[in-house]
């Protein structure tokens, strides 16, 4: 992981004052995405989350995945998994231990058990956004990954993480709608969250219209809620990535 910054405060002299307010503008401001994943989850929707999380990277800079939601991207991005986030606030690891590198600039925190415990008891919630926002300062871009009946864990977020907006992978399936739209009922009654970016996966354009009309009058009618289509994941890219990734070897932490 990048070395936390550091203070400039209590240097000497202009020069390195004026070094000190180039890195912090240098740095950029953190920026939080959040996935939200359904009920039904596949591994065509870590392929494309694993190939967003390395375009991001690409172009934002240190990037960190939160998987919080078992939908192993870790596997996707062919990790040896060792630690996640309840290890480290157990003390049998240091946070940074359970962070994973996947590439230059790219990160895995697998969280799901942490987040498990702290949807059943507030002051480890707590524990857990703290620990949370700890690891994610060292980062530019946080891919959140939550399911959706643990979405009202963010409010023990910092007051500066707010999210209007979300990313939804939908897979192919006959309950894909059933799925996607409890997904956005639960977030706009548990987090405010009102628009919703819908990522097709295993589906043609036809399907994956007819889809999102469906689901977008019927999210809008009775949720107050927007649905739109996210960009795509090229085929070509998802195949790639997964073919390459899926050569090395994988253990999951449970």
């Known amino acids: 992981m990048p070395e936390a910054n550091t203070s400039e405060a209590g240097t000497v002299g202009d020069q390195d004052q004026a070094s000190g307010l180039r890195r912090m503008f240098e740095q950029g401001p953190r920026r939080w995405s959040l996935v939200l994943q359904p009920a039904t989850r596949s591994a065509l929707q870590a392929d494309a989350l694993a190939q967003r999380a390395r375009q991001l990277a690409a172009q934002a800079g240190p990037t960190l995945v939160i998987d919080a939601a078992r939908t192993q991207v870790a ?37 799901a058990r942490a987040l498990d415990t702290a949807f059943a008891d507030e002051r480890h919630a707590r ?57 956005v009922r639960q977030a ?11 990522l097709f996966l295993g589906m043609g354009e036809a399907t994956a219209g007819r889809l999102l009309s469906g689901m977008a009058a019927i999210a809008q ?17 998802l195949s790639v990535a997964g073919a390459y990734d899926r050569r090395r070897s994988v253990e999951t932490v449970l």
């Open 75 to 111: 596997v996707a991005l062919g990790l040896r998994l060792r630690f996640d986030l309840e290890h480290a606030l157990a003390g049998d690891c240091a946070t940074a231990d359970a962070c994973v590198g996947a590439a230059d600039s790219l990160w895995v925190l697998p969280a």
């Open 127 to 183: 524990r857990v956004a703290a620990a949370i926002d700890l690891v994610a300062a060292e980062m530019r871009h946080v891919m959140l990954i939550l399911p959706a009946s643990r979405i009202s864990w963010l409010r023990y977020l910092p007051g500066a993480v707010r999210f209007r907006q979300a990313l939804v992978p939908v897979s192919h399936g006959a309950d894909a709608s059933a799925t996607v739209l409890t997904a």
């Open 188 to 198: 706009v009654s548990d987090a405010q969250i009102d628009t919703f970016h819908l």
């Open 221 to 237: 009618r009775h949720f107050g809620a927007t649905l739109l289509t996210a960009r795509p994941v090229a085929d070509a890219e």
